[in-house]
């Protein structure tokens, strides 16, 4: 391992949905270790100010507000960003959203809605961005943020936990499609992280003052739920990200990392209240 296998200097990210939360915290991972970045968001406000912090790191930044479940928003954001910089190097599929509710409930408008944002918008962001990783010839780095719901069962949330299902397999299908042209595809899958949706802020400030606090019976639930006793913070996604752009992951490719505290690991095992583990309904 050299020093510098960690820096990604000189090198463009795109990051969808990279004006708040896990996205934002990526975005200044990134910059952190010497890359330029492309922020994509929805919110033209949370996109200039995860541009200027990247600025304060000394690192270049383009805000390019895109609704990522239009494709042909999605298509000119990408060719703006190749034009910008000349390059693209990694592409970080953060965008998606949720509202839990029952499917027999939802409808047809939902389905789409959850489907365009949370799988299409993976789709049509990779199509536009890897053929310039392909034409490059550097390789690059692909990384899409899926969730633990992708793996478990999550009433309420059918659709979308179908729809990052889906980005799992397309990782795996994908990082074969691409390994021929040195370009690794890999997703994290992150369980409750602290952000501004988690918190009530789904459009609102950045700024964590403002946001809508856990109340302690919240803290301790948590607490017993996840084997690492916390809440996940973003910039533990922004760290694991930055190791699997970096030459850190050269051998790494088709896979997906918890980023979870554990609570995928623990598949219904929770703590009592005396603290030890138990499985669900056990006294």
Not at 119 to 141: D, E, F, I, Q, W
Not at 161 to 190: W, Y
Not at 219 to 246: H, K
Request: charged residues 15%; glycine residues 10%.
């Amino acid at each position: 391992m050299q020093a510098n296998d960690i820096q990604l200097t000189d090198q463009v990210a795109i990051i969808t949905g990279g004006g708040a939360g896990i996205g934002r915290a990526i975005a200044l991972a990134f910059a952190a270790v010497g890359a330029d970045i492309v922020i994509a968001d929805i919110i033209p406000e949370r996109c200039e100010e995860t541009a200027a912090r990247v600025s304060e790191l000394g690192r270049r930044a383009l805000a390019l507000p895109t609704d990522m479940a239009d494709t042909d928003q999605v298509n000119v954001m990408v060719e703006a960003a190749h034009k910008h910089f000349g390059r693209i190097d990694i592409l970080v599929n953060n965008v998606g959203g949720v509202s839990p509710k029952p499917f027999l409930e939802q409808s047809e408008r939902s389905w789409h809605r959850h489907i365009n944002l949370n799988l299409v918008s993976m789709l049509a962001a990779t199509s536009a961005a890897a053929p310039h990783m392909v034409n490059a010839g550097r390789g690059g780095s692909i990384i899409n943020v899926a969730s633990i719901e992708a793996s478990r069962a999550a009433p309420y949330y059918a659709v979308y936990a179908a729809c990052k299902a889906g980005m799992l397999n397309f990782t795996r299908s994908l990082a074969l499609e691409l390994a021929d042209n040195g370009i690794r595809v890999n997703a994290i899958a992150p369980d409750y992280t602290l952000t501004p949706g988690l918190q009530g802020n789904i459009k609102g400030p950045v700024d964590p003052s403002t946001w809508i606090q856990a109340s302690p019976a919240q803290q301790e639930a948590t607490a017993r739920r996840i084997p690492l006793g916390r809440t996940g913070i973003d910039s533990e996604c922004g760290n694991v990200a930055v190791f699997l752009a970096s030459a850190m992951s050269t051998y790494v490719t088709g896979t997906v990392i918890p980023v979870d505290g554990g609570s995928w690991a623990s598949s219904g095992w929770l703590r009592n209240k005396a603290g030890k583990w138990t499985l669900v309904g056990d006294v």
